[in-house]
């Protein structure tokens, strides 16, 4: 029976992975996998259902904690999108030099993915980058460009990529950790795209009448909304302060982010009184829940809850067992999963990784936590299809799947590869426990 699962399991990703051509969102199959998994698991173990209940009810908690957490990010992002708030960055932008401008664009995507995260980033950097760069051929090299960034910056942050997020709430990273330990890996990732491409990127950014003040999405020239700069200054803020609370409270990081997530719910629905209810609406965090990305957070519940099926079987954990004896080096397991993490989702692999992998042997900032953010992160830049990030810049900008694979793949495998060196390097003087004799 446990063979039959792990199958449906192994068809329910490929289903994922496959979703463009099978015609099926991935979000469906996710539930499917994840739903038929415990079902079956249910129906044909011995165990007794108040125990497979209990072992349901204990996972459930830990996904709730990531999808709560993840609706309220993008709430928040969403509401001060709304307000344009973003243009306070992107308006500062001016410069005609594309290798300068390249610079400046893929350092605002680095360090703004860390604080919203890897995918809000790409689509804002992404809609800067075609008032900026009216060459087609140009900006494709800037999308590619900010997919390696957005990744990268989001690699060190516990809030920046989804799956640095769940290794922060599950607790196998902390927040100050992580940032001190992956920041320099994760900006030598950046980097050494960015100095090969200083040398050999030719092309001019084309012209095109006043792009700068051109329309934006919400149909406002240049005009700055009432609010936005409150909102904008409001969102950072409560999106940063979500790891302080979790240090200083010990409360887990959800509560952080819906505490935040109130905070701007009150200011929005105070910025503009006089508006009738119409109105208003685009501009209340109601209006930005019904934007937000909902089918994404039920896939991650699908993924998440198929994963909790295979643990709790106990299949990861002798999956590990077999990893361990066949390959032995789990810096090299970890390197494998980076490279994997370009071709399929990088949420199940985490997932799995985390059940894999026992928290009593492999403590809080043990080296296999910290290696595994900056691989999944990192790693799936090689592929267009590998990250959120770059699916997102993929369906906006329609960057064809075999010109990035020419153009940008080997710079960001050139980039992992640099950044997982000197993350090697410098974990042994940056490790946080000394390491347990087995």
């Known amino acids: 029976?446990?063979?039959?699962?792990?199958?449906?399991?192994?068809?329910?990703?490929?289903?994922?992975?496959?979703?463009?051509?099978?015609?099926?969102?991935?979000?469906?199959?996710?539930l499917l996998t994840g739903v038929?998994?415990?079902?079956?698991?249910?129906?044909?173990?011995?165990?007794?259902?108040?125990?497979?209940?209990?072992?349901?009810?204990?996972?459930?908690?830990?996904?709730?904690?990531?999808?709560?957490?993840?609706?309220?990010?993008?709430?928040?992002?969403?509401?001060?999108?709304?307000?344009q708030g973003f243009r306070i960055i992107t308006?500062?932008?001016?410069?005609?030099?594309?290798?300068?401008?390249?610079?400046?664009?893929?350092i605002v995507t680095f360090f703004l993915s860390a604080i919203l995260d890897n995918l809000t980033t790409a689509i804002v950097m992404v809609s800067l980058s075609r008032k900026l760069v009216p060459n087609k051929d140009m900006r494709w090299f800037f999308g590619g460009m900010i997919v390696i960034a957005a990744n990268a910056g989001g690699a060190w942050s516990p809030i920046g990529d989804v799956t640095t997020t769940m290794l922060w709430i599950g607790g196998q990273i902390s927040a100050s950790n992580i940032m001190i330990t992956l920041l320099l890996p994760s900006i030598v990732c950046l980097l050494v795209p960015l100095i090969y491409l200083q040398f050999t990127l030719k092309?001019?950014?084309?012209?095109?009448?006043?792009?700068?003040?051109?329309?934006?999405?919400?149909?406002?020239?240049?005009?700055?909304?009432?609010?936005?700069?409150?909102?904008?200054?409001?969102?950072v803020g409560g999106l940063i302060s979500v790891p302080i609370f979790k240090t200083v409270t010990h409360l887990p990081p959800y509560l952080g982010m819906l505490l935040a997530l109130g905070v701007i719910w009150v200011v929005s629905e105070l910025i503009n009184p006089d508006m009738d209810d119409k109105q208003k609406r685009p501009y209340?965090?109601?209006?930005?829940?019904?934007?937000?990305?909902?089918?994404?957070?039920?896939?991650?519940?699908?993924?998440?809850?198929?994963?909790?099926?295979?643990?709790?079987?106990?299949?990861?954990a002798n999956f590990s067992k077999f990893l361990e004896t066949s390959i032995g080096d789990q810096r090299i397991i970890i390197t494998l999963i980076g490279i994997l993490s370009?071709?399929?989702?990088?949420?199940?692999?985490?997932?799995?990784?985390m059940g894999m992998y026992d928290m009593s042997v492999f403590y809080q900032?043990?080296?296999?936590?910290?290696?595994?953010?900056?691989?999944?992160?990192?790693?799936?830049?090689?592929?267009?299809?590998g990250s959120a990030a770059g699916v997102a810049v993929m369906g906006m900008e329609k960057i064809d799947f075999i010109w990035y694979l020419k153009r940008i793949s080997l710079l960001a495998m050139l980039g992992y590869f640099a950044g997982a060196i000197i993350y090697l390097i410098i974990q042994p003087y940056l490790a946080v426990h000394p390491p347990i004799v087995q």
């Open 203 to 235: 092309g001019e950014l084309g012209h095109a009448g006043s792009h700068h003040h051109a329309a934006d999405g919400h149909g406002h020239h240049g005009k700055e909304l009432k609010g936005s700069r409150t909102m904008f200054f409001l969102g």
């Open 36 to 83: 038929l998994c415990w079902t079956i698991y249910a129906v044909s173990s011995h165990e007794s259902i108040e125990v497979i209940g209990e072992d349901l009810s204990h996972h459930l908690s830990e996904i709730a904690a990531i999808l709560f957490f993840l609706m309220g990010a993008m709430t928040i992002v969403e509401l001060v999108d709304a307000y």
């Open 284 to 316: 209340t965090a109601a209006g930005a829940l019904s934007r937000i990305d909902v089918p994404s957070v039920l896939f991650f519940l699908g993924i998440l809850l198929a994963v909790g099926a295979l643990q709790s079987m106990g299949t990861l």
């Open 1 to 30: 029976m446990e063979l039959f699962i792990v199958l449906l399991f192994v068809l329910g990703y490929l289903a994922i992975a496959f979703e463009h051509p099978i015609k099926v969102n991935k979000t469906a199959s996710a």
């Open 91 to 106: 308006d500062r932008i001016n410069t005609k030099n594309p290798k300068v401008l390249l610079w400046i664009v893929c």
């Open 342 to 353: 370009s071709i399929v989702d990088n949420v199940p692999l985490v997932a799995a990784s």
């Open 365 to 385: 900032d043990h080296l296999i936590w910290e290696y595994l953010a900056y691989c999944a992160g990192t790693g799936g830049s090689i592929l267009i299809i």
